[in-house]
Antibody, heavy 114, light 107 residues
């Protein structure tokens, strides 16, 4: 069965960067786009963007273009999202999800605090 | 960007009652509409895709429909395990956009 295992919670200082991971198993890694979604506490969901694991092509929500960088490592079936220049507005849970978003990671909490 | 206007924001219903949640798209999105359920502390779970297709393993009491640019999720007989927050998502064009969510509770 499809499994997306995300990295653990992160506590990071304002202005720093953080790199989240999403390790995929149970399917052919290059068959589905990988999306990343942000959920601020108690709020709705925001689409950050997706990456085509086969080609590395990315498509970002304009809102996150200068914030997020999506990459993959096909040798380890792992997708990454790096968030840069973190502020309190970036404190949220971040999910990876594939295809028509029928499989989701467990989420990774990012807290930005000094 | 395509706006998805979801209503109601919250809903309280009795067991076995019929529940309907709607999303209005700001422009034509065809059948590029999905519905998700999210329970506290959990990841969203796909219920409906392609506006009307039931995802694998989802009980048949859930159904989706479309009328023009208005999309509906119907729960035919509310069960004790159905409370949560429900979201719609348009996948027609980037940026993909979610509705604001409907919090469903048991009365």
């Amino acid at each position: 069965q499809v499994n997306l295992l995300q990295s653990g919670a992160a506590l990071v200082k304002p202005g720093a960067s953080v790199k989240l991971s999403c390790k995929a198993s149970g399917y052919t890694f290059t068959d589905y786009y990988i999306h990343w979604v942000k959920q601020s506490h108690g709020k709705s969901l925001e689409w950050i963007g997706y990456i085509n694991p086969n080609s590395g092509y990315t498509n970002y929500n304009e809102k996150f273009k200068s914030k997020a960088t999506l990459t993959v490592d096909k040798s380890t079936n792992t997708a990454y999202m790096e968030l840069s220049r973190l502020t309190s507005e970036d404190s949220a849970t971040y999910y990876c999800t594939i295809g028509v978003m029928d499989a989701w990671g467990q989420g990774a909490s990012v807290t930005v605090s000094s | 960007d395509i706006q998805m206007t979801q209503s109601p924001a919250s809903l309280s219903a009795s067991l076995e009652e019929i529940v309907t949640i709607t999303c209005q798209a700001s422009q034509d999105i065809g059948n590029w509409l999905a519905w998700y359920q999210q329970k506290p502390g959990k990841s969203p779970q796909l219920l409906i895709y392609g506006a009307t297709s039931l995802a694998d393993g989802v009980p048949s009491r859930f159904s989706g429909s479309r009328s023009g640019t208005q999309y509906s999720l119907k729960i035919s007989r509310l069960q004790v395990e159905d409370p949560g927050i429900y979201y719609c998502l348009q996948g027609y064009s980037a940026p993909l956009t979610f509705g604001s969510g409907t919090k469903l509770e048991i009365k």
